[in-house]
């Protein structure tokens, strides 16, 4: 889950319709291939069977570009960017947030919310983080490494009281199963818990597939009273340096942007209303 961790925002600028986009040929004439880090295991966003709809827009760009992918795998953990392209590996990471610190990220592709999932044949009905059902009903959140108050869910909840009945389901789990991000869902089909808390992506592709009916309810306000923000805007991260990469890819965004949104919608992410901000 890609979002789990810091986010940024700001406003999305127009660029010019007709875009000139840079040859991926070396000066021999051979392709360069656009090189991505991807996680292998991490569907809805990619995997190494390249299903994911991170791997389908990485694909459609570098088609534009007269190129093709060459994708890196491994897992988005903690040191990916140390590990991928700052160790020669890549040249693009997908999925990042906008303004993400360590790298120069290009306007965003998609926005979208953190939401609130429960069995639709329950007597669960939460609609929001102050719904006071919340206080004793069963929680599920994603964590990121052993403290699971670094997320915004397991924050807003903990400023709310709601600690002793939440549950923590971590980021990157058994990487030996399929889609370990999953679990937290698995365990709301079960009932081991009433409801979960995760980023919309994740729970709009997965509730799709799910052979237990379930509802997805956005968490509004997506910043709350206690300063938590739940909708975040999501770009590609390249090197701080590479300005003329981030360009090109910024003007092929915005030239592929309905085609862009007709694969998120494939895939069931629900996209946040509100603007998309710039980098």
């Not at 190494?48 to 990485?58: H, L, Q, S, V």
């Not at 102050?130 to 069963?138: E, I, M, T, V, W």
Request: charged share 20%.
């Amino acid at each position: 889950m890609h979002v789990g961790h810091t986010i940024r925002r700001a406003i999305t600028c127009c660029l010019a319709a007709v875009v000139l986009v840079p040859s991926p040929h070396s000066e021999l004439g051979t392709i360069i291939p656009l090189r991505v880090c991807a996680d292998p295991n991490n569907l809805p966003f990619s995997n190494d069977r390249r299903e994911g709809f991170e791997n389908r827009i990485a694909e459609l760009l570098a088609h534009d570009m007269g190129t093709t992918v060459q994708f890196s795998w491994r897992p988005q953990m903690r040191g990916f960017v140390r590990k991928g392209l700052k160790a020669g590996a890549c040249d693009v990471y997908m999925g990042v947030p906008a303004g993400f610190g360590p790298l120069l990220t290009t306007k965003p592709y998609y926005r979208s919310t953190y939401v609130i999932v429960y069995r639709t044949r329950s007597r669960v009905h939460v609609r929001s983080l102050d719904d006071s059902a919340l206080h004793s009903l069963k929680v599920g959140v994603h964590m990121i490494g052993d403290d699971y108050q670094n997320t915004p869910p397991a924050q807003a909840l903990a400023a709310r009281g709601i600690v002793n009945n939440v549950r923590g389901y971590p980021i990157v789990g058994d990487l030996s199963k399929p889609n370990p991000q999953a679990e937290i869902l698995r365990a709301l089909e079960r009932g081991e818990i009433d409801v979960a808390i995760v980023w919309g992506p994740f729970a709009g592709y997965f509730a799709k597939r799910s052979p237990t009916p379930l509802t997805i309810v956005p968490v509004t306000p997506t910043r709350d009273r206690y300063g938590q923000t739940f909708a975040f805007d999501i770009a590609m991260g390249v090197g701080r340096s590479d300005t003329a990469l981030a360009r090109t890819l910024d003007s092929l965004l915005v030239r592929e942007r309905p085609a862009i949104h007709r694969i998120l919608s494939e895939y069931g992410v629900p996209l946040d209303s509100a603007r998309q901000t710039s980098r």
